[in-house]
């Protein structure tokens, strides 16, 4: 461990012993802060310890922890998602015993079993497969985000440049546009790491290409550095950008309401008169046929299933297709 030095006039803490660590600056006065497990992280990870560390650590997990912003490292989180499989385990297994032993007094001894087996197995492998891909869940709807954000940022972005202010300080008031959510959040990262770290603005810019989510703001980044390091201008390469994501948010928008019109138009044949025909066939059937209770059965499941879960169905798409516009 390097023996380190803090200089309190500057608030500056750097490392005496190894010149290649860069300093980790401060403002007055403010105490460097890391991020807390929780009670059931630390008890996961003094449990399960031995068993994460036992295998190789996974660049996919880790590289997803870091796109999604979530502030654990990748051991923990495998020691917390084998906790938390444990306690789903023991939960079903009591759940599925008791419903199983209910069904199984009632004369149902197979299907009793069935549930009494199914329910930790399926509880068990859904709650740690689910758990284990959440970082990468959480990477692609912050990546969506971005997506959705970046064109205004990037007018936010050519306006700044247009005015001659500096790249780090471009990034810097990104960041603290909270009206641009997820790419404010990364611009804010670049900041940290120029401010805070010690870095300098083009590694940081770089570095903050390789942890986004966003594949269009990695390229934008990407083009940033490459457009710099060639002794190129940023300003224009702003306001190309500008307009290109513009153009494409309007492309976007454009098939976003063309999917909406073509959903509404299939809610209304899907939905509304393709039941209702089937309805009265099979109302009919079963008045001339003589179906009976079997036609009955099907008339329910048509009104108490099928219909609402087509409708609610309709209704996820569209509500989908709307956040994303």
Not at 28 to 37: A, C, I, M, N, V
Not at 209 to 225: E, N, Y
């Amino acid at each position: 461990m390097p023996a380190t030095a803090t200089l309190p006039a500057s608030g500056v803490t750097r490392v005496a012993a190894d010149p290649a660590v860069r300093p980790v600056r401060l403002k007055r006065g403010q105490q460097p802060t890391h991020s807390t497990l929780t009670g059931f992280q630390r008890w996961a990870w003094r449990t399960f310890r031995a068993r994460v560390l036992a295998k190789p650590p996974d660049p996919v997990l880790e590289e997803n922890l870091v796109k999604a912003h979530m502030r654990i490292r990748a051991d923990e989180f495998m020691a917390t998602v084998y906790a938390t499989t444990v306690v789903v385990a023991i939960a079903t297994i009591v759940a599925g015993a008791v419903i199983g032993f209910i069904f199984i007094d009632m004369g149902q001894f197979l299907f009793g079993v069935l549930i009494a087996v199914a329910l930790p197995v399926f509880g068990s492998l859904g709650s740690f497969f689910g758990l284990q891909g959440s970082p990468g869940g959480t990477a692609k709807s912050r990546g969506r985000k971005i997506d959705q954000k970046i064109s205004p940022a990037m007018s936010f972005v050519s306006a700044m440049a247009s005015a001659d202010v500096n790249v780090d300080q471009i990034f810097k008031e990104l960041g603290r546009q909270k009206i641009y959510g997820e790419v404010a959040n990364e611009a804010s990262w670049i900041s940290r790491d120029t401010e805070l770290l010690g870095v300098d603005i083009l590694t940081a810019i770089r570095n903050g290409a390789q942890r986004s989510p966003s594949k269009r703001f990695q390229d934008f980044l990407q083009g940033v550095v490459t457009t710099a390091t060639s002794g190129g201008q940023l300003k224009p390469y702003f306001l190309l950008k500008a307009e290109q994501y513009e153009r494409e948010n309007k492309l976007a928008q454009l098939q976003r309401v063309e999917t909406m019109g073509l959903l509404a138009e299939t809610f209304v044949t899907v939905v509304v008169a393709f039941p209702l025909f089937l309805v009265i066939i099979i109302a009919i059937f079963a008045i001339i046929g003589g179906g009976g209770t079997f036609m009955l059965d099907i008339l329910w499941a048509i009104v108490g299933l099928m219909i609402p879960l087509s409708q609610f169905g309709f209704i996820f798409f569209m509500y989908t297709l709307a956040q994303e516009m």
